[in-house]
């Protein structure tokens, strides 16, 4: 990802849930006290009012309900405002009704004691439905108002829907603190971890300078939790410097040695002379070969697990195309279709020398067989960004699938008349493998031979 770190867009996610969660459980639990305390705190102040009622009302001596409550509450005054009060008759020897003003003459049902039963102190709360649809809390009890068991039913009823809506705007403000504080969290912790991790950043910075070539070491001041990492690597990189050199020093060694005896077989081989003396030179030269490729085998697979190597691709097959044009001036070759420099320029993550072998090869091969035509061009590879494809054509005979697999077979020539020892296609082949890419042999639409050879890209971005 451009510009930010694959690690801190993780911490910084899951730190962000952690918070999203935490609020929206904080939130509920605060919700669900309020809500609680709020319900508790209404049924409460109708549990008061409606003792200060049973306090207010008495027995006329005719035996009629007698009394004018006051709760000092205007709402109990407005016609159809949720909120009544109302005593009635529980005994046969007491009559009459008592009614607040909001009320009226009307009548709200009370369920039956079976469906709504009394607490042990004679008292029970339920739910009910006022004069105007609205929900309604009532707290019901039976009070004995004199030494003549007269009794009476004492009710009061609360708009709970004005309850509920105080409870709705109470949610709604705590969702819109939680949500500006969540977002401050968020946005205060991605700054902290961006800000936490940013040394990384200039480690990664490092590495690609390494990566590009650019520097031999990490180089900079890190941070001491950093340091030890910034250390390890640098000795890593180190190491496999010396691997690297000590494989080229064997290589060397190796080249030197075998150099005098098969020297002095060549010329044995001229001293004998006649078809031995050919056979022996030959052979001669093909263990020279041979050799000489497995040791850059051996340089190869040593670098390929070291130090990173970088060759621009377009400079180096404008000089195999100059150099083939010169040796098959009777051939056109189209040069490779690739810009020679600028951002888009295509860079081989390896060694120039082992790129100039594999592609050598390939247009030495185009060169003895293509009728006029050679084509060459270079190309990324579609849906693979780290990979980058040369492809060399020519107008010759081609080769069908059968000859396509012999001809990637060591020392195999289909047509012994061509000058050659058989392992150009094989040693690309082997090259290309080493640095973990691929040759395919396909018909091309001049007519011949198509060899497409995909390699790894260096690409800076991968680091930076």
Known sequence: MPGFDRLAVRVIAFSSLWVLAAIFVIGGVISAIYSQTASRGFENLLVAQLYNIVASVAVSPEGNLAGSPDLGDLRYSQ?????????????????????????????????????????????????????????LTVVETEIVLDGDNRAARFRVMGNASLLQADIRQFDRTLAIYLAVFGLGSIVINALTILFGLKPL??????????????????????????????????????????????????????????????AVLKNESVTIGGEKGRLVLDQCERMQFQVQHYLDRARVAAQSEGVVFRTPVAPVLDRLVRVIGKLSPELTIEGPAAAAAGPGELVFAGEQQDYEEMVGNILEN??????????????????????????????????????IAEALKRGRRLDERKPG???????VSDLVREYRGDLALSRSDLGGLRATIRLPLALDRQLS
């Open 79 to 135: 016609p159809l405002s949720g909120w009544y009060w109302e005593v009635l008759p529980a005994s046969d020897n007491l009559k009459g009704r008592l009614a607040s003003i909001s009320l009226g003459p009307a009548d709200i049902p009370a369920p039956s004691p079976v469906l709504a039963p009394f607490d042990p102190s004679y008292r029970r709360t339920y739910e009910a439905r006022g004069l105007e649809g609205e929900a």
């Open 201 to 262: 950043t200039g480690v990664r910075r490092a590495l690609g300078e390494v990566r590009a070539g650019r520097a031999e070491r990490l180089v900079g001041t890190f941070p001491i939790e950093i340091r030890p990492l910034a250390v390890e690597m640098n000795a890593l990189i180190d190491n496999n410097r010396r691997i690297v050199e000590r494989a080229r020093t064997q290589v060397g060694n190796l080249a030197h040695s075998m150099k005098t005896p098969l």
């Open 366 to 403: 185009a060169s003895k067989w293509a009728a006029a035509r050679i084509r060459v061009a270079v190309a990324p590879v579609d849906g693979e960004p780290d990979m980058f494809a040369t492809v060399v054509e020519d107008d010759g005979k081609g080769l069908d699938e059968a000859e």
């Open 421 to 427: 020892s058989g392992l150009g296609l094989s040693i």
